[in-house]
């Protein structure tokens, strides 16, 4: 069955530190791969997509991610966070077959 | 341009009551995700119309939980009869396709006493 794991449940970083978040996923088939953050007291918004083209994707606020189809990854990086980059962050795949499925999120918190 | 509208925000029932959530998505989205998303865990997807029809409702609980669009446009999920294990957020959201990026909306958040 399709699944989506994010591995990281809450990541602690002080900020200027680096960001990665990892995400992995099942599926043997094409995939559209999305990052989702949820900022406090804020509904879920769209940090990056990919669909196809080059594999590295940037996104809002600095961030961006890289698909790596070997390893089923789609994993969020960030080379120097910030206070406000404090949020839930979920990856979602959509297959082939239209089916979506979300990652169980990960929360980031930064230590001003 | 407006967002995904959502009512109401919060809501409180007892267990065995039931209780219905509206949404309305942007203008123009053929494509509506209900969702629910318990604390601590990622949105699972309840439902997915297309325009009117349904595209999957396979992680649906059809004892309990019903959802129409009749017009194409707004949808309203029901839950009838609530369980405690209900308590959770639930999400509409909207996109242009079916493999396009979605926005969502405040949510709803169910308490089930």
């Known amino acids: 069955a399709q699944s989506v794991s994010q591995h990281n449940h809450h990541v602690i970083l002080s900020e200027a530190a680096s960001l990665e978040l990892g995400c992995n996923y099942s599926?043997?088939?094409?995939?559209?791969l999305f990052w989702y953050v949820q900022y406090p007291g804020q509904h879920l918004q769209l940090l990056l997509k990919?669909?196809?083209?080059?594999?590295l994707v940037k996104g809002i606020k600095g961030f961006e991610a890289e698909f790596i189809k070997s390893k089923f990854s789609f994993n969020l990086r960030k080379p120097s966070v910030q206070w406000s980059d404090t949020a839930e962050y979920f990856c979602?795949?959509?297959?082939?077959?239209?089916?979506?499925?979300f990652g169980s999120g990960t929360r980031l918190s930064i230590r001003p | 341009e407006a967002g995904v509208a959502q009512s109401p925000r919060y809501k409180i029932i007892e267990k065995r009551q039931s209780v219905a959530f509206w949404c309305n998505p942007i203008?123009?989205?053929?494509?509506l995700y209900w969702y629910q998303q318990i604390l601590g865990q990622g949105p699972k997807l309840l439902i997915q119309?297309?325009?009117?029809?349904?595209?999957?409702d396979s992680q649906l609980p059809k004892d309990r939980f019903s959802a129409e669009r009749l017009k194409g446009v707004d949808s309203t999920l029901k839950i009838q009869p609530a369980k405690l294990e209900d308590s959770a957020v639930y999400l509409c959201?909207?996109?242009?396709?079916?493999?396009?990026?979605?926005?969502f909306g405040p949510g709803t958040r169910l308490t089930v006493t």
């Open positions: 959201a909207s996109s242009a396709g079916t493999s396009s990026e979605q926005y």
């Open positions: 599926y043997g088939g094409t995939v559209n």
């Open positions: 990919y669909f196809s083209g080059d594999p």
């Open positions: 979602a795949v959509i297959s082939s077959a239209s089916k979506i499925i």
């Open positions: 203008s123009g989205h053929a494509t």
């Open positions: 119309f297309q325009n009117n029809g349904v595209v999957d």
